[in-house]
């Protein structure tokens, strides 16, 4: 069974940063694009980023852009999500996936536990 494996998350205060990072328990499925989805109480999941097998095309929400990166170490097998400048409106359930390279929550075929980011103002 496929595991995604999301780190990093915490409490941080406005303009801070963090990085999460995530770990497919499958070299099979790093082939994949790799998603982060974010989920705040009440709220429905919406996409934030997501990026290619290759690294060579991301895709980044208006909402982070400029504030947020997205990226990947194939020989670690890692993708990361570098966030800076983080406001209290991000604050939500992060979660890592993988799949098809595009926005659309139903192009990732699997998908992390989450971790939890918290910005408090």
């Known amino acids: 069974q496929v595991q995604l494996v999301e780190s990093g998350g915490g409490l941080v205060q406005a303009g801070g940063s963090l990085r999460l990072s995530c770990v497919p328990s499958?070299?099979?499925?790093?082939?994949?694009?790799m998603g982060w989805f974010r989920q705040a109480p009440g709220k429905e999941r919406k996409f934030v980023a997501a990026?290619?097998?290759?690294?060579?095309?991301?895709i980044t929400d208006d909402t982070v852009k400029g504030r947020f990166t997205i990226s990947r170490d194939t020989a670690k097998n890692t993708v990361y999500l570098q966030m800076n400048n983080l406001k209290p409106e991000d604050t939500a359930l992060y979660y890592c996936?993988?799949?098809?390279?595009?926005?659309?929550?139903?192009?990732?075929?699997?998908w992390g536990q989450g971790t939890q980011v918290t910005v408090s103002s």
């Open positions: 990026i290619t097998w290759s690294g060579g095309a991301t």
């Open positions: 996936a993988t799949g098809r390279f595009g926005i659309r929550p139903n192009l990732f075929d699997y």
């Open positions: 499958s070299r099979t499925f790093s082939s994949g694009a």
